[in-house]
């Protein structure tokens, strides 16, 4: 198991982080607006009585009614609205990559990373598509997002869009469990809302997909508009859908949507942005991570058994060190 320090250098202790914090709330426009009495307004607004029988329900692999679906996505929305483009956290945190539905895999993650709440959770994206429990698996997250504000935090993925979860999966699922689209809707009304980075201690920033030609700074992200469906090219497309490369500059993705980005990209962004480390996902490694542009870069993938029967990881980060846990189920659940 690998243990080197990622935020080596960085020294800040309770109160110090608390200013960060602070100051950072001072320059982004959306985080300023999240105060705690905003907040308590908001969560009296629709309290959801019912969302610890929810998780018990959801935990056991269960789909909520359509109805409890669309206020689970409203209550979500109400939070997830009032978050920054750039969701400010502090270690210790563990970080999750793409679950494509794989519902018994994000079991494994609590299991394995420790149970919600008592472990700070960021999920890179793509909750859905692909494997065959995409609805209880966003389902449980929406639900613990909701009871846990503070420790659970769900960025958005490339998969987390109308165009590509009708085709890919979430779509059908949806109507095959519901009789009908409107859980879909439910749940496209609420990814519009859902942040797209996260800064891990101001040293390390976590993101679904990679960089983009579009944004030198932080605060290019934080004056985005996100709240809309993902766009088929721009900073915001390239954030969900963008690749490291083995060359230098930018080059259009071969996906068809975003940029590959070389590794010069990745050490002006770092040095511009303060950064030592890029955390994402939307890769796939057979170990369940893998390292990119002389370790800038950590892809993370926390489905087992998706691709060659690849391990699941996840990536545990202290002040001053990382681990990555890794597990793969003994069959395709
Ligand atoms: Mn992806």
């Known amino acids: 198991m ?3 320090p990622l935020l080596k250098g ?3 202790n309770h109160s110090q982080a608390h200013l960060l914090e602070c100051d950072n709330c001072v320059t982004s426009r959306e985080y300023r607006s999240l105060n705690s009495s905003s907040l308590a307004m908001a969560q009296e607004g629709t309290s ?3 969302i610890d029988k929810w998780i018990e329900k959801l935990y056991t692999c269960q789909i909520l009614e359509e109805k409890e679906v669309k206020q689970l996505c409203d209550k979500a929305k109400e939070i997830l609205s009032k ?3 750039v969701i400010e956290v502090n270690s210790p945190i563990t970080v999750c990559g793409d679950l494509f539905g794989h519902f018994h895999d994000l079991l494994e993650v609590f299991k394995t990373g420790g149970k919600c709440p008592d ?3 960021l999920f890179l994206g793509n909750y859905i598509d692909r494997g065959t429990h995409s609805v209880e698996t966003v389902s449980l ?3 613990l997002k909701i009871k846990h504000p503070d420790r659970v935090n769900l960025l958005r993925g490339n998969h987390e869009c109308r165009q590509i979860s009708k085709v890919y999966g979430l779509y059908d699922e949806c109507v095959k469990k519901y009789g009908n689209g409107n859980v879909w809707n439910f749940f496209m009304d609420l990814f519009d809302h859902f942040p797209l980075t996260a800064l891990i201690e101001g040293r390390i920033l976590g993101v679904h997909g990679g960089l983009s030609p579009s944004i030198e700074t932080l605060d290019e992200i934080r004056d985005l508009n996100r709240v809309q469906d993902v766009p088929v090219e ?3 497309c390239d954030l969900l859908w963008s690749d490291p490369g083995e060359h230098e500059g930018f080059v259009k993705s071969a996906r068809g949507a975003g940029h590959s980005f070389g590794a010069d990209i990745t050490a002006k962004f770092h040095l511009k942005n303060d950064l030592k480390v890029l955390t994402r996902s939307h890769k796939v490694d057979v170990d369940g991570h893998r390292w990119h542009h002389g370790k800038q870069v950590v892809s993370i993938n926390s489905a087992s058994n998706f ?3 690849n391990y699941a990881a996840i990536m545990q980060l202290d002040a001053q060190v990382h681990k990555f846990l890794k597990f793969k189920l003994s069959a395709v659940a």
Do not use: M
């Open 2 to 4: 690998r243990s080197k």
């Open 10 to 12: 960085l020294s800040l």
């Open 48 to 50: 959801i009585s019912d």
């Open 83 to 85: 978050e920054s483009n």
């Open 119 to 121: 472990t700070n959770y």
């Open 141 to 143: 997250l929406i639900a």
């Open 234 to 236: 721009g900073p915001i």
């Open 307 to 309: 691709e060659h029967d």
